[in-house]
């Protein structure tokens, strides 16, 4: 059974390495109500759809 990519859960150690930002950021983002990636809450845990990162990161200007 093949999961579709765009559906994938990913967890607070994978979003800080797509960001590059550390965990404390995100949460104190999260706390603050300006992170820009909306979080799904899973039991306790927090988690974010790989397809909003992905909308984001392609939303963001490019640097050159």
């Given at each position: ?46 988690r ?15 640097i050159n």
């Open positions: 059974m093949k999961t579709n990519i765009q559906n994938r859960l990913l967890d607070i150690k994978e979003i800080c390495g797509l960001l590059s930002i550390k965990p404390q950021t995100v949460y104190n983002q999260l706390a603050s109500g300006t992170f820009p990636i909306p979080t799904r809450k899973v039991g306790r845990m927090l974010w759809h790989q397809q909003d990162v992905n909308h984001y990161l392609e939303s963001l200007p490019v």
